[in-house]
Nanobody
């Protein structure tokens, strides 16, 4: 499956952005999906994951209550709604697809396919 992330940009602190990740192929609903991010000078880290049906989701603590992951299997797309953005959210955001599930899919090693990344910059 090929993933194409979009929706990044420059936003002031407190603002919102919605990232989208469009997947190719007809098997999108069979993949667990996740969002990761890599800030300047930092390692890539888990942000959120979602089950194949979209019913279950999981977040890293620092974004819980501010970010919402969702998916539309009819449109082969996963979203990340980001509200109340903070400068520390500045990073390149990557979507990823996994055929397996383990421990809320927070580990990058579980993911088989990755998008190219979309840059989010939050100014103070």
């Amino acid at each position: 499956v090929q993933l194409q992330a979009s929706g990044g940009g420059l936003v002031q602190a407190g603002g919102s952005l919605r990232l989208s990740c469009a997947a190719s192929g007809r098997t999108f609903s069979s993949y667990y999906m996740g969002w990761f991010r890599q800030g300047p000078g930092k390692e890539r880290e888990f942000v959120a994951s979602i089950s194949r049906s979209g019913v279950g989701s999981y977040y890293r603590g620092s974004v819980k209550g501010r970010f919402t992951i969702s998916r539309d299997n009819a449109k082969n797309t996963v979203y990340l709604q980001m509200d109340s953005l903070k400068p520390e959210d500045t990073a390149a955001y990557y979507c990823a697809a996994s055929r397996t599930y383990s421990n809320y899919n927070t580990s990058q090693s579980l993911f088989d396919y990755w998008g190219q990344g979309t840059q989010v910059t939050v100014s103070s």
